[in-house]
T-cell receptor, first 115, second 112 residues
Framework: DAMVIQNPRYQVTQFGKPVTLSCSQT?????MYWYQQKSSQAPKLLFH???????NEADTPDNFQSRRPNTSFCFLDIRSPGLGDAAMYLC??????????????FGPGTRLTVT | QKEVEQDPGPLSVPEGAIVSLNCTYS??????FMWYRQYSRKGPELLMY????GNKEDGRFTAQVDKSSKYISLFIRDSQPSDSATYLC????????????FGSGTRLLVRP
C-alpha cells in the first residue's frame, strides 16, 4: 500500500543534543510537509518542499532545518532542542497539482521527548 | 480572531447517535475543505474532501459546506465507539502553496 512512513515513532533526546527525524513516502507526491503538533492543538506547519523548492514558514525557528535529498525522503533536523520542542512531529505529502492537489496524507508521526 | 474556529469539546454521545461536528471560518477565499480523524498519538487520517459548496456522502459520513455562512459540518450516522477520536477540519485554496489551515479539533467520545 502507498503510504507515508516516519522513523522513529518515538525519539528521546537531551536538551541541546541535535536530533534528526525522517520521513519517506511511496505515493510519489511532489509536495512534502513538516508539522509540529502539541497536545490538543492544531498541527502547525513548519515548512514544505515543492519538489526541491524549500518554503519556510515565517515563524519557524532557525533551530529547525529540513532536507529533501530526493522525491521519496525528507528529514527534519532540530539543531539544539529545547524543552519547548517536545511535541509530535508529523510529515505529510500532497500531489501539488491536478485532481486532489490539496489533499494531504499524513504519516503516523514521531513523538519527541526532550529531557 | 482565528481563521478557522472549532469547538474543542469533548463531545460525548451514546453509540448509535448522529454526531454533528462543525467549523466556522473567516476567509471567503477558502475553496477546499477537508475533515481529518486523529486517534490518540497517531497521525491525522483524511476522511472527507469537498470542493466549494454542497454535500458529499461516504458511508456513514456526510460533509456539508455552506460558503455563504462560512460554515462546514461533518455528520456521522450510527456512531460507533471506534469513532472516538479528535476530528480536525482543514481548508485551503488561498494561494498556490497547497497549505492547509487547520481547526484545533473536536474530541469525540462515543459511549458503548
Amino acid at each position: 500500500d502507498a503510504m507515508v512512513i516516519q522513523n522513529p515513532r518515538y525519539q528521546v533526546t537531551q536538551f541541546g543534543k541535535p536530533v534528526t527525524l525522517s520521513c519517506s513516502q511511496t505515493l510519489n507526491h511532489n509536495v512534502m510537509y513538516w508539522y509540529q503538533q502539541k497536545s490538543s492543538q492544531a498541527p502547525k506547519l513548519l515548512f514544505h518542499y515543492y519538489d526541491k523548492d524549500f518554503n519556510n514558514e515565517a515563524d519557524t525557528p532557525d533551530n529547525f532545518q529540513s532536507r529533501r535529498p530526493n522525491t521519496s525522503f525528507c528529514f527534519l533536523d532540530i539543531r539544539s532542542p529545547g524543552l519547548g520542542d517536545a511535541a509530535m512531529y508529523l510529515c505529510a505529502t500532497s500531489r501539488g497539482g491536478g485532481i486532489g492537489a490539496y489533499e494531504q496524507y499524513f504519516g503516523p508521526g514521531t513523538r519527541l521527548t526532550v529531557t | 480572531q482565528k481563521e478557522v474556529e472549532q469547538d474543542p469539546g469533548p463531545l460525548s454521545v451514546p453509540e448509535g447517535a448522529i454526531v454533528s461536528l462543525n467549523c466556522t471560518y473567516s476567509n471567503s477565499a477558502f475553496q477546499y475543505f477537508m475533515w481529518y480523524r486523529q486517534y490518540s498519538r497517531k497521525g491525522p487520517e483524511l476522511l472527507m474532501y469537498t470542493y466549494s459548496s454542497g454535500n458529499k456522502e461516504d458511508g456513514r459520513f456526510t460533509a456539508q459546506v455552506d460558503k455563504s455562512s462560512k460554515y462546514i459540518s461533518l455528520f456521522i450516522r450510527d456512531s460507533q465507539p471506534s469513532d472516538s477520536a479528535t476530528y480536525l477540519c482543514a481548508m485551503s485554496g488561498l494561494d498556490s502553496s497547497y497549505k492547509l489551515i487547520f481547526g484545533s479539533g473536536t474530541r469525540l467520545l462515543v459511549r458503548p
